[in-house]
């Protein structure tokens, strides 16, 4: 593969129908530094940024990637059903804090959460560890991905035109 061949993380200026956007660096940690308490926060980032998402449209697949790599490291991953709601979150999630941190959201040109995920890591095999240009996706709790990606659906269905409001 030649140099040129590897995308380690292709961002877009603009949407261009993609129904991908990612938050650069969201979560603090790669997978080889979490620990008990850094999985607690794993989970809390991951509902944050996930009811956060939700509330532009409905979440189709979202991750959180802990590659070494600083490219790829903290970055969240969402994937929108439609690219309006994704072009809708990129507009208001550019306009946000997270905690301190002010929020760099950008368009990508993934076109699959799925195929980007890399195999080796889990199987716990991944040999090219930080040069790897995959995904390391970091696992949030069981259960907790699945519990707010089937309430999102129905909430959209429900609601279809209507935005979600949290307290």
């Known amino acids: 593969m030649e140099k040129e061949d590897i995308v380690i993380d292709k961002i ?3 949407p261009e129908k993609s129904c991908i956007i990612v938050i650069k660096h969201l979560f603090p940690w790669s997978e080889s530094e979490l620990d008990a308490k850094r999985l607690d926060e794993l989970n809390h980032c991951f ?38 709601e994704a072009a809708l979150a990129l507009e208001r999630i550019a306009e946000k804090n997270y905690g301190a941190k002010v929020v760099k959201v950008y368009s990508t040109d993934i076109k699959s959460l799925t195929a980007m995920r890399c195999e080796g890591f889990e199987h716990k095999q991944c040999e090219k560890s930080e040069t790897c240009e995959k995904f390391h996706v970091l696992p949030p709790a069981p259960g907790l991905k699945k519990d707010l990606l089937e309430w999102c659906k129905l909430r959209w269905i429900a609601e279809k035109d209507k935005p979600i409001h949290f307290p």
């Not at 449209?57 to 929108?80: A, D, F, Q, R």
């Open 12 to 14: 877009s200026d603009t």
């Open 47 to 84: 509902e944050d940024a996930f009811l956060e998402a939700a509330s532009y449209g409905c979440v189709k697949e979202m991750c959180i990637v802990g590659n070494s790599n600083p490219e790829l490291k903290g970055n969240v991953y969402i994937e929108y059903e439609t690219w309006e």
